[in-house]
Structure formats: structure tokens, C-alpha cells
């Protein structure tokens, strides 16, 4: 019954409803103006994220203090300080793969990011998590409505876990550097279910 699928050199895309990213919620501002103080409980969450990092150019650099809500890769809401973003994707260059594969995120992904509760947005493309499994738990943040892991560098089994984000509209787990493969695809069906109820 169960349906082995090895996946290599393919991007697995699930694109469910009419989505436009750029449409997900335009309420938030990343920066600028009066800003609301970040809920401390996120900011500590976020701190504990960074420990875990590798981050070799010192690209998170902004993410210490107090927490103005101005940190790179971070959005806020505007007006309730809760984090709904992260933005954290490498850039490919052409000319200068040097200073990419410097430029990339590596290490852990630490479970405080289950302490981001209004967490939507999560992009994490084009680091490189060392062949690592993709993180079960990423399955239980339960707002979540935008997960890239494209060429993160996650490898191995992709975790059926990920079929509890209910409220996912877009999920791009491809990859070329590690095998990734998926044992059944049971919980791409109910995925599927819940997005089309709603
Ligand atoms: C929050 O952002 C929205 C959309 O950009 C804007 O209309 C609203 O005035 C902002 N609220 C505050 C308190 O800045
Ligand atoms: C997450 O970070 C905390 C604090 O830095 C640390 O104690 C904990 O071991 C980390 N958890 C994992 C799974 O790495
Ligand atoms: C997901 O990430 C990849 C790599 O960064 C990017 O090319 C793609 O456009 C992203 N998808 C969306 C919908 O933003
Ligand atoms: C996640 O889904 C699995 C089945 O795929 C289920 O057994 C588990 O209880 C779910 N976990 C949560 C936190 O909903």
C-alpha cells in the first residue's frame, strides 16, 4: 500500500488554490516608522533560533537588543508586534559561488520556532541544512500558510507531519542536493482535503 517515491533532481510543488503569495496579507510592514515592540516571548524564540544557526557572513547580525521589530529576514504585524515572517533565503550567484555558499544558513532549525504562534510565512530556500531531515515539527506551526524549503538542503524522508499544516497554501520541499523521498503519500491527500474544504 505504501508508495515509495524517491525523488531526485525533481522539484515537488504543491500549489493548492489560487494563491498569490504577494496577496497572503498585505498588513504587514517590516520596518520604518514607530514601531511596535516585539512580544518578548518571540524575541527570546528567535534568539534561541539564531544559537542554533550557522550563519558563516553574519547575515542575522541585527537579530540582538531589544527587539524594535527591524531585524533582517523578520516581519511583524504592524500593529499587534506578533512575527508572521521569516524571510530567510539565500541568493544563487552566478559569478560569485563563493560568496553564496558563504552567504547560506546552515546548522539547526530550533524548536522555538514553535513559539512564533502567528508564524505564516516561512522561507528557508537555497540555505543549506546539511542533508538533515526536514524537521517534523515544522508540521506543527499551525498557522502556517507559506513553507519554502526549496534547496534548503534538507535531505532524507520528508516528514508526513507536514500534512497537520492545515492551513498551508503553498509548500515547495524540492531539492537537488540530497535525496529527499517520501514514504506514502497519504498525507498529501489529506492536505489536500483540508485546503479544499476551505
Ligand atoms: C498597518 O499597516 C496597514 C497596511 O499597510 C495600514 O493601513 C495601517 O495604518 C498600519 N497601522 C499602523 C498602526 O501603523
Ligand atoms: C534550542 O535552543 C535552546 C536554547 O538555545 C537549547 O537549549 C536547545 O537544546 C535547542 N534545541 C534543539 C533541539 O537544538
Ligand atoms: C520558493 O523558493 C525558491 C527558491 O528561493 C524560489 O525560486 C521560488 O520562487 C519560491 N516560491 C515562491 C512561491 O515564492
Ligand atoms: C500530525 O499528523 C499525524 C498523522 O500524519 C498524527 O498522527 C499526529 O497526531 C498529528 N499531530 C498533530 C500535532 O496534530
Known amino acids: 500500500m505504501d508508495l515509495f517515491l524517491r525523488i531526485r533532481a525533481v522539484t515537488l510543488i504543491l500549489l493548492l488554490g489560487l494563491l498569490s503569495i504577494a496577496s497572503i496579507n498585505p498588513k504587514f510592514s517590516s520596518g520604518e516608522s514607530d514601531q511596535v ?35 533582517v529576514g523578520v516581519v511583524c504585524h504592524n500593529v499587534t508586534g506578533h512575527v ?10 552566478v559569478d560569485d559561488s563563493a560568496s553564496y555558499d558563504r552567504s547560506r544558513l546552515g546548522g539547526k532549525i530550533n524548536h522555538s520556532l514553535l513559539d512564533l504562534k502567528h508564524l ?64 506514502n503519500l497519504q498525507w498529501l491527500l489529506v492536505f489536500h482535503q483540508y485546503n479544499t474544504l476551505k
Open 84 to 93: 508572521h515572517e521569516l524571510r530567510l533565503r539565500s541568493f544563487p550567484s
Open 120 to 183: 505564516i510565512y516561512l522561507d528557508l530556500s537555497y540555505n543549506d541544512f546539511g542533508g538533515s531531515q526536514t524537521p517534523k515539527f515544522l508540521g506543527s506551526i499551525e498557522n502556517l500558510r507559506y513553507l519554502n524549503l526549496s534547496n534548503a538542503g534538507f535531505g532524507g524522508l520528508i516528514p508526513h507531519e507536514l500534512g497537520n499544516l492545515s492551513n498551508l497554501h503553498y509548500l515547495n520541499v524540492g531539492g537537488y542536493d540530497y535525496n529527499l523521498y517520501v514514504m
Open 37 to 71: 515592540r516585539c512580544i518578548e516571548s518571540e524575541r527570546q524564540a528567535l534568539l534561541k533560533f539564531k544559537q542554533d544557526l550557522k550563519d558563516p557572513l553574519n547575515r542575522l547580525v541585527s537579530w540582538a537588543g531589544d527587539g524594535d521589530c527591524q531585524w
